[in-house]
């Protein structure tokens, strides 16, 4: 009796099922479109972005999640020029402490 190898091809009539609407999932859903693949994203949360998230908040905008991006990510590199983003990374000169 053969052996399921556990390796499932995907075929365009069946979609990609991605949960969670994180960076990851966002990643893996771009990869998966970027190839032709259907996709679905299901999340919890009434926005998309996981920890990375910014709140209007009057005339300003406040990071309420991630902190910083470490630029030495090549495929974070790579996607945020993909998605159209990485020109809008500012640089900033970290020097201090991180507490918890």
Not at 14 to 40: C, D, F, H, S, Y
């Amino acid at each position: 009796m053969p052996r399921d190898s556990g390796i499932h091809h995907v075929t365009a009539e069946q979609p990609v099922l991605v949960l969670g609407g994180g960076i990851a999932g966002m990643t893996a859903a771009w990869e998966l479109k970027r190839r032709g693949i259907p996709v679905r994203v299901i999340e919890a949360t009434p926005h998309l972005g996981g920890r990375i998230h910014t709140v209007r908040e009057g005339a300003g905008l406040v990071e309420t999640g991630m902190q910083f991006y470490y630029s030495a990510y090549k495929q974070t590199n790579r996607l945020l020029r993909e998605v159209g983003l990485f020109d809008q990374l500012v640089p900033i000169d970290v020097r201090g402490q991180i507490f918890w």
